[in-house]
């Protein structure tokens, strides 16, 4: 069964900084990889995903992801991060391949703050 | 842009009670989902459903948990003798599709917050 680890659950950043979160997915194929955000009060937005070719996935809001195979990774970052960023993201897998099933398997999250 | 919507934002009832949470997912997809996230957990997939029956479920979605497509729009959670343990945000969602190389994507509603007293 797949599984995703979010190593950080709480980060603290300056807008303006930099913004790398963590995520590791277990999983014997190539899976599908995603990061949903959550803003207090509301739902899972989809940030990005990946399935297949490029490595480094583009979204929106200025983040990008890039898919590491050799160690399992599915790193989000942000070369400036906003005040309206703060939120929790979770990473996501669901089984890769034809016919498989639709299932998403969430991370714990990381809860982002700015300060100012 | 095109959204999940779920009804009642937040429901509060008594243990033991029937509760009902409703969805209508984006009008052309095919796939719908509930999930639930207890306060301070990860999000857990509860099932899927296509083509009018479940295609599959988790191990929480026991027998005191059904899924109903009533009518062209509407996808119902109903949650019969609710307990204590059953208060957590339930996420509605769909898909056009199944997640593989078409790169179909699953849109989460805003979810329904249940409180179990």
């Known amino acids: 069964a797949q599984s995703v680890t979010q190593p950080d659950i709480h980060i603290t950043v300056s807008e303006g900084a930099s913004l790398e979160l963590r995520c590791n997915y277990s999983?014997?194929?190539?899976?599908?990889l995603f990061w949903y955000v959550q803003s207090p009060g509301q739902g899972l937005q989809l940030l990005l995903k990946y399935f297949s070719g490029d490595t480094l996935v583009q979204g929106i809001k200025g983040f990008e992801a890039e898919f590491k195979r050799s160690q399992s990774s599915f790193n989000l970052r942000k070369p400036s991060v906003h005040w309206s960023d703060a939120a929790e993201y979770f990473c996501a897998v669901a089984p890769g391949g034809f016919g498989t099933a639709s299932k998403l398997t969430f991370g714990t999250g990381t809860r982002l703050q700015v300060t100012l | 842009e095109p959204e999940v919507t779920q009804t009642p934002s937040h429901q509060v009832t008594q243990m033991g009670q029937e509760v009902i949470l409703r969805c209508v997912p984006i009008?052309?997809?095919?796939?719908f989902y509930w999930y639930r996230q207890i306060l301070g957990q990860k999000v857990e997939f509860l099932v899927s459903f296509y083509n009018n029956e479940i295609s599959e479920k988790s191990e929480i979605f026991d027998d005191q948990f059904s899924v109903e497509r009533p009518d062209g729009s509407n996808f119902t959670l109903k949650i019969r003798s609710t307990k204590l343990e059953d208060s957590a945000m339930y996420f509605c969602?769909?898909?056009?599709?199944?997640?593989?190389?078409?790169?179909?994507?699953?849109?989460f509603g805003e979810g329904s917050w249940l409180t179990v007293v």
């Open positions: 009008s052309n997809h095919l796939y």
């Open positions: 969602a769909s898909s056009e599709g199944r997640l593989h190389a078409s790169g179909n994507t699953i849109y």
């Open positions: 999983y014997g194929a190539t899976p599908y």
